[in-house]
């Protein structure tokens, strides 16, 4: 054994005994890690991280040991819903995250758009949302102001990276994507411009910002931007990437995603392996898309979700909501992925025509566990099998995971307490493993979105809403007006998932899974070794096979037949004593079946 191996023993058994693993998961580590990093390079050069990344993999495999250096924070606590605002200032796109050392740390943001004044606002809560400090992001440079759209996400090692535009402080153009790092939300550090803007007639918008926190990813700690680009400079519109390997000290070449100026409000997710996502909506095309790289950014192939029908327009010939002189507002996807399955959660809005005489804005969600190559049937947000349709407006959908709870999150405006579907709130979902969702109001009370923040009409609420999850700790942001004040406020949220879970009586119970067998792709494919896993839900409890067939449709064997409650399954296949070529897989039960292709390579 290499002495950088029997380093590795070392450091895996001490981590391992505070988890209580098993010597043979130990051994199966150990084999895992040396023939990963065969010269022991990564190891030395970063031990304190390397350590951080087995502890981090035996929380997401086995649901316990925490990771080094962590705090000690107080009990969790749900402090509920609160007005958090900033002077008697106007905010509105609100995003906010919980850092990943100590969880009662959250920092929040938002535009501030006070008459003569636009600026970013940050809020902090050092004790799980019980009390708040609002103050403005740094000065910036002598020449910039700040411009809006701001997006803040939370890395491993206990940063926060805030993203927002900027704009010339004596003229419109160019607008200028900014990432500025702190670690306690009052020290801002490496306020750095993202992306080359060489067209004087050019800006940055709509940005989007996420941290690989995957233990598993070889690019563990990367944080990557997204935003869209209008230019007179080629090329001239769409999509761009950026990613930063040094906390945001430097940014790497701008990456052309698109070339259309229609592609907007990107979200960016990363997976268990290091998979990078961006989805946006294609808005002349009326799709929503997801673009995939699986090389750490550097080429990306097209995966789409859906079509959807686009909202009514308002008198300013905007996407709209609540007639000719409501908000803008766009049904643009959000997404989030489990760091333990790699299941990709979505949820996309679309204008939903009920009837004749009836129609709102719908949320959809549906899910992928092959990245996007297909999607479970969509299934509407809000509305349940046991409660009747309402038929009210939900929008502004936005989405979070907890790899401790390994849980996924949405929080979403929704007009269904109004009779007249005009005062909204917000309510978050809790998405299972066992595909149940939970839904319960998070605001205390209704408000007018046709209120506007601008002063003016049609009115104006932001493009979006936020949340964020860890260690059971869920905190989401939004902006709505207040009574009696002439003005927009920002309120947070901030509780635990069990209190959400056991007021559920309060709320509403949906099985998102009620009729479908579901079949994912297995993995790896194509399978090289022998062995692969597939994942699938079943519908109801009953005896639930998989069989194999040749290209030609021939029945070879049934890979396994067995008695399965309803819910969402992995389990290994074995694809031995096969030639090189194209098979088929079916998943079926009394009533159904779903098929997928496998390609084995001997």
Known sequence: MMPHQRRIVFVLLFVSASAGLRAQTVQQMIEKECSSDPNGKFLFDHSDAYRNRILRRIRLQFGSAEAPHQSSPAILSDAGSKDIFYDASDQNETTIAINRRDPNLIIAGSNDQSEGDQGMIVYVTKDGGLSWHTSRLPPLPEDRLAAGDPVIAASDDGRFYYAFLTNPKYAPLPIQLVVAVSVDGENWTDMQPVGV??????????????????????????????????SDDKPYDGLRLSYTDDHGKTWSKTKVLTDQGNNLFAQVCTGRNGEVLVSYGSLDDSLHEVLLSLDGGKTFQNRSITAFIPYPSNNADRPSLKGAQGFRAYPCPSMAIDLLTNR??????????WNEKDSSAALLYTFSDDLGASWMPPVPVGETENTPQLHRDHFFPWMAYDESTHETSLIYYSSEADPGNLFSKPYRAIITDQLNSFFSPIGDSLFDPLYSSFHSYPAFIGDYIGCDAHKNRFAAAWTQNRPNHDDGDVFAYVGTTDTLVSSVGGGRTMKLNSDRLWLSECYPNPVTSGSATVSFTVAHSCITSLDLFSEDGKFLRTLFSEQYGAGSYSRGVYFGGLSAGAYTIRLRDENQSVDREVIVLR
């Open 197 to 230: 803007q060489p067209a004087e007639r050019s800006f940055q918008d709509k940005p989007a910002i996420a941290v690989d926190n995957s233990p598993f990813s070889s690019h563990y700690g990367r944080v990557y931007t997204a935003w869209t680009l209008t």
């Open 344 to 353: 990709l959660h979505v949820v996309y809005g679309t204008w939903m025509p």
